[in-house]
């Protein structure tokens, strides 16, 4: 069984910064990509970002040039810098990693950014 425990996510003004932590233990024999999804209330789950086992990154639109994901493969840890941040990036922040083509969450972890 793998576990993705996540940590960092809290309440900030707008044009703050955060930075969310995910750490994956557990049965893990490759990690294929880690990242980060979020669920904003009454709102579908969608990618923010995500990095793979070869480095390459992908981010949504909406956070290009504000966000960046890092990871540690030794450490099987990924992070998300969040900076700028923006009212409408409020939402429940979800640690996403593919593990031999199986898909784990984490718990979440809310952001909740003021105006």
């Known amino acids: 069984q793998v576990q993705l425990v996540e940590s960092g996510g809290g309440l900030v003004q707008a044009g703050g910064s955060l930075r969310l932590s995910c750490a994956a233990s557990?049965?893990?024999?490759?990690?294929?990509?880690m990242g980060w999804y979020r669920q904003a209330p009454g709102k579908q789950r969608d990618l923010v970002a995500i990095i793979t086992s070869a480095g390459s990154t992908h981010y949504a639109d909406s956070v290009k040039g504000r966000f960046t994901i890092s990871s540690d493969s030794a450490k099987n840890t990924v992070w998300l810098q969040m900076n700028g941040l923006k009212p409408e990036d409020t939402a429940v922040y979800y640690c996403?990693?593919?593990?031999?083509?199986?898909?784990?969450w984490g718990q979440g972890t809310q952001v909740t950014v003021s105006s």
């Open positions: 996403y990693s593919n593990i031999l083509d199986h898909e784990y």
């Open positions: 557990g049965s893990i024999f490759r990690i294929n990509a």
